[in-house]
């Protein structure tokens, strides 16, 4: 079974830093691309970051130069450095994968969620 998990949430004052962290586990035999999103209460869904397996990212352009995506393929994480956080960084913060991995010894491929971690950017 597959599964992403993230940590490293929590509250932090304005211009402060946090990491998250992704960590995928179960049985799987390639991760093509990652990325991190994010729900403000009352908003859509949206794409903080992405990074691909051969290592070319992007971000939005609301934290582009604040924060930093970054993969360890070798640990099946991913990482988030969140610095200079500003109130409207407060959201829940998930996790997605695309990736290939064994179900019932058939190799398969899927889109994957984590649970989200709540970042609060707060004085």
């Known amino acids: 079974q597959v599964q992403l998990v993230e940590s490293g949430g929590g509250l932090v004052q304005p211009g402060g830093s946090l990491r998250l962290s992704c960590a995928a586990s179960g049985s799987i035999f390639s991760i093509k691309a990652m990325g991190w999103y994010r729900q403000a209460p009352g908003k859509q869904r949206e794409l903080v970051a992405g990074?691909?397996?051969?290592?070319?990212?992007n971000y939005a352009d609301s934290v582009k130069d604040r924060f930093t995506i970054s993969r360890d393929n070798a640990k099946k994480t991913m990482y988030l450095q969140m610095n200079s956080l500003k109130t409207e960084d407060t959201a829940v913060y998930y996790c997605?994968?695309?990736?290939?991995?064994?179900?019932?010894?058939?190799?398969?491929?899927?889109?994957?969620w984590g649970q989200g971690t709540q970042v609060t950017v707060s004085s």
């Open positions: 990074i691909m397996d051969g290592g070319s990212v």
């Open positions: 997605n994968a695309d990736l290939g991995y064994f179900n019932n010894s058939r190799a398969r491929r899927g889109n994957f």
